[in-house]
């Protein structure tokens, strides 16, 4: 079993930043990527990106890319989101996930069936 807790979220003006961080407990040597969702009110969770867990690979989804950024510290097994420029459309509730699959492709990993464990998110909130 993997725990995921998201912390964060908040409040932010139209062009500001934020940085989501995903604390991982529990097992977390079957990890493999870890990914950033969100979810805006009356719409489909949307995948924002992830970060394979032992390569630090990074892959995001077109839209967010050159404003989000996920890192990870593997010594505190924590990942986190940089969003910086962030507009009123961001406005969502914020999931991180954790897949423990093995070799999957990131074309796959898009999508929230691979993902095997989520935290219970974190509300951002972008004002005009």
């Known amino acids: 079993q993997v725990q995921l807790v998201e912390s964060g979220g908040g409040l932010v003006q139209a062009g500001g930043s934020l940085r989501l961080s995903c604390d991982a407990s529990?097992?977390?040597?079957?990890?493999?990527?870890m990914g950033w969702f969100r979810q805006a009110p009356g719409k489909e969770r949307e995948f924002v990106g992830g970060?394979?867990?032992?390569?630090?690979?990074?892959q995001y989804a077109d839209s967010m890319k050159g404003r989000f950024t996920i890192s990870r510290d593997s010594a505190k097994n924590a990942v986190y989101l940089q969003m910086n420029n962030l507009k009123t459309e961001d406005t969502a509730l914020y999931y991180c996930?954790?897949?423990?699959?093995?070799?999957?492709?990131?074309?796959?990993?898009?999508?929230?069936?691979?993902?095997?464990?989520w935290g219970q998110g974190t509300q951002v909130t972008v004002s005009s």
């Open positions: 529990g097992r977390t040597s079957s990890i493999e990527v």
């Open positions: 970060i394979a867990w032992y390569t630090g690979n990074t």
């Open positions: 996930a954790a897949s423990t699959e093995t070799g999957t492709s990131w074309s796959a990993l898009k999508f929230s069936s691979r993902y095997g464990y």
